[in-house]
């Protein structure tokens, strides 16, 4: 026996006013808080300028890297502004960059083409569409790299506050919420979600279709979820989301329903789910078939594309037929991805690629280390599978807010098939931007570390608008902005914020860097 009755009772009093620091908040701490999301969209939708003018500094002062990357002729005459924004936006073309340029430019001439998917050189075609008023002074592609400046930073600051929103929801935690949306404007995948990438609206999708489902509305949820599928084919991992709520309604309804009902409208509820997020990755890999396997006339393409074809060897669509156009099940796309990227199971674990394996270390440090922490928490939770999170049901208490909360079970599981499907399938280098835009899990966990192992912020919530008195250090500046106010002070961060921070900043540089000068930054 481990104490008296009193001293039991005293003891799981503390342990619940400790648990439900966050959800005990005052009323007015989450009328600020909500405030202060949108005043640092601001604040991050203000970093992408400065990201652009870093993008250009190092790009007109550093030699582009002759990298073997995909650099098809201009082919529309240039004029002295098209110049100009060459100069200040042509970092933001680099690497896959140019595939989603010469996409919305051309279309789907090239076979390597079709491993990106329609829906971002869509939105750029709209935006470019937006600036036909100044074609007089601009080309097609200028419009094309305006329109990735302007609907990025407007991609990646709805994307925070749609993260935002998901966290209040899930974590039950307005800081952590709080912090893990400031978080996300520091992404170390930052230089993807402004370059001309699809990071920045497939996270935007995702966070929202994430939102939607948790207020219980899996039709918006769904479409959502389609359409970041028409964005990036790892969309199609989203469903795992909708089956599992299913699940849980169907579990639930079996204590009062017959159960021969429920499990009919759970069958028919996945083979929904399951047609609406596959049906953008399959009218794509049937427009490719029609494309090489199909089609009888002739595209006319320019000579210089195909004498590009000729020299790279390019397959382009009135070609010979290729021959996954013959396979049973004819997807272009796995052809791709095993062809030009040699995309397989091991296949990148080779002596030469170490370094690209140390570019992925932290991001999958962060989720191992966030995937521990919760499984020794919550052992029988995970066993149940986030269903039952108590062997003694009668004995649950009030669930835990923040990260270790049972909402977030479903995400941790998202988050790690990512993570062991491009650890050992993909190129690893990629991880970073990889998870950074389709799980929360890389900036809730970090939240979660900041809020329990920062005495600054420990002391901010308390008294989020004022500078830190009584117990703060002398020469502690305290912004409204907490990841500044934390910046501001360095020294005295404790070692857990100081690497959360270093690692942020740290790709958040190198990626600029980097990436705008065709480095290995992919």
Not at 222 to 248: D, E, H, K, P
Not at 377 to 389: A, I, K, N, S, V
């Amino acid at each position: 026996m481990w104490g008296s009755i009193p001293e039991r009772r005293d003891h799981a009093l503390s342990r619940r006013q400790k648990l439900n620091r966050c959800a005990t908040q005052a009323p007015l701490i989450h009328i600020l808080i909500k405030f202060r999301i949108y005043m640092n969209s601001l604040w991050c939708l203000a970093q992408c300028p400065v990201l652009s003018m870093f993008s250009a500094l190092f790009n007109a002062i550093i030699p582009d890297h002759r990298a073997e990357a995909f650099s098809p002729p201009r082919l529309a005459p240039s004029g002295s502004v098209d110049h100009l924004v060459e100069g200040l936006l042509g970092g933001l073309s680099r690497w896959d960059a140019e595939h989603f340029l010469f996409i919305a430019e051309h279309g789907y001439l090239y076979e390597h083409n079709f491993a990106f998917f329609p829906g971002f050189p869509l939105a750029l075609l709209v935006g470019a569409e937006l600036l036909r008023p100044l074609r007089a002074l601009l080309n097609l592609r200028s419009c094309l790299l305006i329109s990735v400046a302007l609907f990025n930073s407007l991609f990646s600051v709805l994307a925070a506050v749609a993260l935002h929103d998901l966290g209040c929801l899930v974590l039950r935690c307005p800081h952590q919420a709080f912090y893990g949306a400031l978080l996300f404007c520091l992404s170390p995948a930052n230089v993807f979600l402004a370059a001309g990438y699809s990071e920045a609206l497939f996270a935007l999708l995702t966070f929202s279709a994430m939102g939607q489902l948790e207020r219980g509305r899996s039709w918006t949820s769904g479409l959502l979820f389609a359409l970041a599928t028409g964005v990036r084919s790892n969309g199609l991992v989203s469903v795992g989301f909708l089956v599992y709520s299913q699940c849980q309604g169907f579990l639930s309804s079996l204590m009062v329903l017959n159960p021969l009902r429920p499990l009919l409208k759970l069958m028919g509820s996945v083979f929904l789910s399951l047609f609406m997020l596959g049906l953008p990755f399959a009218l794509f890999q049937y427009y490719a078939y029609t494309q090489f396997c199909l089609s009888s006339s002739a595209r006319p393409i320019p000579k210089p594309l195909l004498q590009l074809a000729a020299d790279k060897g390019y397959r382009i669509v009135e070609g010979n037929e290729p021959p996954w156009c013959s396979w049973e099940l004819p997807l272009i796309y796995s052809y791709i991805q095993d062809i030009y990227w040699n995309v397989g199971f091991l296949r990148y674990y080779e002596l030469k690629q170490v370094p690209n394996f140390l570019l992925a270390v932290p991001v999958a440090i962060l989720v191992a280390w966030a995937t521990w922490t919760y499984v020794t928490t919550h052992p029988w939770l995970c066993l149940t599978l986030g269903m039952q999170r108590s062997k003694n049901s009668k004995t649950l208490e009030k669930p835990d807010p923040g990260f270790l909360g049972p909402r977030v079970f479903v995400y941790l599981v998202h988050a790690v098939a990512l993570l062991l499907f491009g650890g050992l399938c993909m190129h690893v280098q990629v991880l970073t931007r990889f998870l950074g835009s389709s799980t929360p899990v890389v900036y809730w966990f970090p939240a979660y570390l900041l809020q329990n192992h920062e005495p600054l912020l420990r002391s901010l919530e308390t008294v989020p608008w004022k500078p830190l008195a009584g117990d703060s250090l002398p020469g502690q500046k305290v912004p409204r902005n907490s990841i500044m106010g934390l910046l501001y002070n360095w020294k005295t961060c404790s070692l857990v914020t100081r690497c959360i921070l270093g690692y942020f900043l740290s790709y958040w540089l190198l990626g600029l860097l980097l990436h705008c000068n065709f480095l290995p930054w992919t």
